[in-house]
């Protein structure tokens, strides 16, 4: 088993920024890949960006040169450093771990409004 933990969403202005952090605990094995997910209301999931163990990322093109992903492997953490959010980053972002089987955060709320 492994568990998630996010931290770092909430209500920002038009063209804020915003950090989260998703520190996993348990049965970690490596490589892995960590990502980021989001789910706005009546919206599926969709794939934000992605991490591997050895520090590949790759974005999804609504947040090229917004969003940075990173980790700190020794912690066990990846981050999501979010600048220029717009009103259209509102959503419930989810933090998910895979390495063979996958295992998903609580999910934090990022509210863009001003």
């Known amino acids: 088993q492994v568990q998630l933990v996010e931290s770092g969403g909430g209500l920002v202005q038009p063209g804020g920024s915003l950090r989260l952090s998703c520190a996993a605990s348990?049965?970690?094995?490596?490589?892995?890949?960590m990502s980021w997910y989001r789910q706005a209301p009546g919206k599926e999931r969709e794939l934000v960006a992605t991490?591997?163990?050895?520090?590949?990322?790759n974005y999804a093109d609504s947040v090229k040169g917004r969003f940075t992903i990173s980790r700190d492997n020794a912690k066990i953490t990846v981050y999501l450093q979010m600048n220029s959010l717009k009103p259209d980053d509102t959503a419930v972002y989810y933090c998910?771990?895979?390495?063979?089987?996958?295992?998903w955060g609580q999910g934090t709320q990022v509210t863009v409004s001003s």
């Open positions: 998910k771990y895979a390495a063979g089987a996958s295992y």
């Open positions: 348990g049965n970690i094995f490596s490589p892995n890949v």
């Open positions: 991490v591997t163990s050895g520090g590949f990322s």
